[in-house]
């Protein structure tokens, strides 16, 4: 699928971008959402992985995991490092507290005896206890001198190293080797609470050791590495990553000899699905739908394929199938028995995938991640609070999460904070802080910043007919009052008739816009354009006189109604631009965006809609502050302190005049939040660290510079036969446990040839 949407800039980079099912199969809801007394407002959607015991998954076989594109990096303290960095590393690197399915850091026993504070006075002492086993694939011990390596990369002191994060290592003091070569202590000049962040994933010194081999060397390929699997190839032109077991691995061995992370564009992932060129991919609707269509078929009347996945299907199942898909019904697809042959082609070919397709499961939750509505803060309109928080009272939240992931069966709860998603202990709902859908409320923010309907019309003093405006703008013509008697009624039926020709011009100009990606909302009404203007039209009537007749010296220019309620002041309309992508992958995306658009038409604010190509979406509009609403994801995250600071910190002038926002895009912040995330990521009472992280989402919701929509859902196709894989929902993978819980055949060689 396509993901639209910003990392946290830290080696826990997500994909993200807003799924949106129209017309597809809905998917039985979840089970064990909630029990009964909980809140459903803090409780986790539950991973989707079929869980199984070790000792039921075979030993062997080769698992192909699709990818979007084998990645540019294998450092993922790089600012390019992307989703697949941080999936291949996961399997290769040492993750000392991985998340767990609440969204809460675990410690890793693999790596870790223990790990805890044992100074606070003066100054805070981690103690870091290794696992005696815990080995580099060289058979070097993990030690001090990677914690020392790496701590020196991305302390920021040395500008030789290109890391795209130094928080919390900028706050060590110094590494030291404890009692043994099994102990290291880490002091802290500052106190920090998420020391747990810190060295994960955990790089052997000879990446981190030097700007050479930690700026390149690590880019494409690890040559010594400590988890369940060691590096075999990286090989570009064919779109492969290949895994193997790692001999020297001392925890639970990898029950799959080899794993494959295979390049597939998302367009591609249904047909690489019905190929079996891969056996794990994370989807969009339109492939849920198809593995949903074929699981019902199956066998004709829903029961098990006679041999192997989807052999039992009928041709008449596959017909009615190729119906339901094309948007027929049951009695059309026996009608179509007597079709063209090149629709039974088509409808054999649509059989053939559907045996493919229903040896696939749909696995399914919801990804740590939401979808925001963003409100650029730096100028305009949306500068004043007010403004953006009447636009944030006029969404309908619920509405949208309804339209995303009810089709999917999925709960359709808005997020209530922007630091923490339902179910990790952080979290609580304070949206409060800003208020319940009110479009009276909102329209009464609005009139306060001065924004009134027919605000954008010409005053009275300037659109009088004959007015010396009117003069100065047309030029020095006769009042209608001094026109010349003699004109006669055919003269004005003729300027009537050249205003019908020009509002019908206006109207089809209005819908060619439209149709080339770039066109106004609210404004786009014969005679106000997007400009929010108030010309006339032969159709605008005014009390006691007809279409296209001229009104007396004195008479105020008439205006449409709707140019009328369109908000504006000043003589300017509310006009905000909203950026969408384009592609084809992110039709969702634009399809929210739509209903966001009525949503602020409803109260009069004008939308000016702009598609961009979607790998100029984040970069030339997001980033560069070029928009006003846009739409995109955050990652949801263990350590907000950490991570959610330069996301809504307050920007600072630079001494060129530009704005260093760090990644706020909104531009909205304030010196109380800032304050806020400093106390808490000094707070190592874990409780009062959260209490402030609390009253810092009070405050960003007030600001109005971000609106949580809808937590995204994680769609994800997995062969039937496979286990502990899926929709991991919150919880890292544990890779040595993934594989077949039959045995299959070897697949494709994971020779690096592939």
């Not at 910003?6 to 979840?30: C, D, E, F, N």
């Not at 080797?177 to 880490?186: A, E, F, P």
């Not at 996945?309 to 009608?335: C, V």
């Not at 650029?376 to 949208?400: C, F």
Request: net charge neutral.
């Amino acid at each position: 699928m396509s993901h639209v949407g910003v990392p946290r800039g830290t080696a826990r980079k997500r994909r993200s971008v807003a799924l949106l099912a129209t017309g597809v199969l809905t998917i039985p809801v979840l089970a064990g959402c909630t029990s009964d007394g909980e809140d459903p407002t803090s409780v986790a959607v539950p991973q989707d992985i079929a869980p199984a015991s070790r000792d039921r998954v075979a030993d062997g076989s080769t698992l192909n995991w699709a990818i979007d594109a084998v990645p540019s990096t294998l450092n993922a303290f790089q600012a390019d490092a992307d989703g697949a960095t941080t999936r291949i590393t996961g399997a290769l690197l040492p993750s000392l507290f991985p998340m767990d399915a609440k969204g809460e850091p675990r410690l890793n026993p693999d790596y870790l005896e223990s790990a805890k504070v044992i100074e606070q006075e003066p100054k805070q002492v981690v103690l870091y206890k290794l696992n005696q086993q815990a080995v580099w694939s060289d058979g070097r011990e993990i030690g001090a001198p990677d914690f020392v390596a790496q701590w020196r990369a991305l302390s920021g002191k040395d500008s030789a190293f290109w890391t795209a994060r130094n928080a919390g290592y900028e706050r060590i003091e110094k590494i030291e080797r404890g009692k043994d070569d099994l102990q290291v202590r880490v002091t802290f000049s500052k106190p920090y609470a998420d020391w747990r962040s810190l060295f994960s994933p955990l790089y052997p010194k000879e990446v981190t050791g030097s700007p050479g081999t930690f700026n390149d060397g690590a880019r494409t390929t690890l040559r010594n590495t400590a988890g369940p699997f060691r590096l075999r190839s990286v090989n570009k032109p064919k779109g492969t990553v290949v895994l193997d077991r790692n001999p020297r691995w001392w925890g639970d061995e990898a029950r799959l000899d080899s794993l494959v992370f295979r390049a597939v564009e998302p367009g591609r992932r249904t047909d690489a699905l019905a190929e079996g060129t891969v056996d794990v991919a994370d989807i969009d609707p339109a492939t849920a739908n198809s593995i949903a269509l074929a699981a019902r078929y199956r066998g004709g009347n829903g029961g098990p394929p006679a041999h192997g996945p989807g052999a039992g299907i009928t041709p008449a199942a596959a017909l009615r199938s190729w119906a339901l898909a094309h948007g027929s019904d049951e009695e059309a697809a026996e009608t179509a028995r007597a079709a063209r042959e090149e629709t039974r082609e088509a409808v054999a070919v649509y059989a053939a995938e559907q045996k493919s397709l229903s040896g696939f499961a749909v696995r399914k939750s919801l990804e740590p991640s939401y979808t925001q509505l963003a409100l650029n803060g730096e100028s305009g309109p949306l500068s004043d609070d007010r403004v953006r928080r009447a636009i944030a009272r006029t969404l309908d939240r619920q509405e949208l999460a309804d339209a995303v992931l009810k089709p999917l069966g999925l709960p359709a709860k808005p997020p209530g904070s922007h630091l923490a998603l339902a179910g990790q202990p952080g979290y609580k709902d304070g949206s409060g802080a800003l208020g319940e859908r009110d479009t009276k409320e909102a329209q009464a923010l609005l009139a306060d910043a001065g924004w009134t309907p027919g605000g954008a019309l010409r005053s009275t003093r300037d659109t009088k007919a004959g007015s010396e405006a009117e003069k100065k703008d047309e030029g020095e013509k006769p009042a209608a009052g001094e026109k010349a008697a003699d004109e006669d009624k055919d003269e004005k039926a003729g300027k009537a008739g050249k205003k019908d020709e020009k509002a019908e011009d206006t109207e089809k100009d209005d819908k060619a816009s439209r149709e080339e990606g770039e066109y106004t909302v609210g404004d786009d009404k014969p005679g106000s354009r997007s400009s929010g203007g108030s010309g006339v039209t032969a159709q605008d009537k005014q009390p006691g006189g007809v279409a296209g007749a001229y009104a007396p010296v004195g008479t105020a220019a008439p205006a449409p109604a709707a140019v009328k309620s369109r908000l504006g002041k000043d003589g300017k309309p509310l006009s905000l631009r909203f950026v969408l992508p384009s592609g084809p992958g992110s039709q969702s995306l634009r399809t929210v965006g739509e209903k966001i658009v009525a949503m602020l038409d409803s109260i009069g604010i004008s939308t000016q809609v702009t598609k961009v190509a979607d790998d100029s979406y984040f970069k030339d509009h997001i980033a560069s502050g070029d928009y006003d609403l846009a739409l995109y994801s955050w990652p949801a995250t263990a350590y907000p302190a950490t991570d959610g600071r330069p996301i809504f910190a307050k920007p600072e002038p630079a001494t060129d005049g530009s704005l260093l926002v760090a990644q706020n895009y909104t531009r909205v912040g304030s010196d109380h939040i800032d304050q806020l995330f400093d106390r808490a990521v000094a707070e190592l009472d874990a409780d009062a660290s959260r209490d402030l992280l609390k009253q810092a989402d009070a405050r960003i919701w007030a600001a109005a510079g971000s609106i949580p929509l809808y937590q995204r859902p994680q769609l994800v196709a997995v062969d039937k036969k496979l286990a502990n894989i899926g929709a991991f929902g919150f919880a890292a993978p544990r890779y040595q446990d993934i594989g077949f819980t039959a045995r299959q055949a070897a697949g494709p060689p994971a020779n690096g040839k592939n």
